[in-house]
């Protein structure tokens, strides 16, 4: 897999999904950017938020500790970074990765600085971008069994119950980062996914620039579809949809997009011949592995990721 190291890929998405996309891909290349959304509102990021006027960090700090490396160094920031704080006080539920960020961004103007700082500190393989240069607010149109309804913030849409409408990001038309722009330019790969898929993955074409960016790239694009949904939060965001659903609505807000690759659970798969054929109208090929931690979790394993993606980027680089 040495072929592979300073292979350029560029990781969309969000929260434990893209944590575990970059773990896979750090094992594969040193040439990462991961394009973090930032419109957490809940636990630790959205009270620094209403405290602060910064970016949520949880998202953009699980992605730093996913890009640390396998050194003790590493392993022991990753650890740093993810440490939860207990108790009863005010700094009950806040990570030590939260307070760090919030305290370089309120001592430096320009945050993507302060992510650079952190990441030099922690020896990540890569670097870690937000996906737009303001902090955003997600909203939700669901039709429901009362009607149309609109529901506002990231926790909130992720856990509601109807069928999604319309989704949209506030500030509307946010500027992107320049330095997101640049990495997606530069980009032989570019993943998306896996993660919230109203909350972490659909956001990122909810920015023009963007999204313009990611329809000029000529990078090879690959999706990493949901493993199924948690019994115990069936009824909220898009759980019990089908694969095929999952990419109906990526085509919705990204008609003008190609992608190369989706990569399936055999788990998820019950119908292979339609899902084949979504992934061809996309211009892509199906690609159906055992990716699950373990029979029933749902999370994927990234040492499986890990394997599925060095076939398809070592096949590649042959054709």
């Known amino acids: 897999m040495s072929e592979l190291l300073g292979t350029k890929v560029v990781s969309l998405g969000g929260g434990h999904g893209l944590a575990t996309t970059l773990k ?41 500790a996913a890009l640390c490396g396998d050194d003790e160094w590493g392993r022991s920031w990753a650890e ?69 309804v609109v529901i506002r913030g990231q926790e909130q849409v992720a856990s509601a119950h109807g069928t999604l409408d319309s989704l949209r990001i ?60 948690d019994p115990a939060i069936q009824g909220s965001e898009f759980a019990g949809s089908t694969p095929q659903e999952h990419l109906q609505i990526v085509g919705e807000y990204a008609p003008d997009m190609r992608w190369d690759y989706v990569i399936a659970d055999t788990s998820v798969v019950r119908d292979m011949p339609l899902l084949q054929d979504q992934v061809a109208k996309m211009g892509g090929t199906l690609v159906v592995e055992d990716v699950r931690m373990a029979p029933g979790s749902v999370h994927h394993d990234p040492r499986k990721l890990t394997s599925v993606f060095a076939h398809i980027m070592s096949n590649s680089l042959v054709g």
Do not use: C
């Open 170 to 229: 506030l500030p509307e038309s946010p500027p992107a980062r320049p330095e997101a722009l640049d990495a997606i330019a530069r980009a032989q790969w570019i993943t998306m996914g896996p993660g919230s898929w109203f909350t972490s993955v659909l956001p990122h074409f909810l920015v023009p620039q963007q999204r313009y960016a990611l329809s000029q790239s000529t990078a090879k694009r690959i999706i990493v579809l949901n493993l199924d949904a």
């Open 80 to 148: 740093i970074m993810q440490y939860r704080f207990s108790g009863d006080g005010s700094m009950q539920g806040h990570t030590v990765g939260n307070i760090l960020l919030a305290a370089l961004w309120d001592r430096d103007v320009d945050p993507v600085k302060g992510l650079d700082r952190v990441a030099s500190l922690l020896k990540v393989v890569g670097r870690v971008l937000p996906m737009a240069a303001v902090p955003l607010d997600i909203e939700g149109t669901f039709l429901t069994s009362i009607g149309r």
């Open 24 to 64: 896979s891909l750090r094992q594969l290349t040193q040439n990462i950017t991961a394009i973090v959304t930032v419109a957490d509102n809940g636990g630790s990021s959205g009270r620094l938020r209403r405290e602060f006027p910064i970016f949520p960090p949880g998202d953009l700090r699980m992605a730093l």
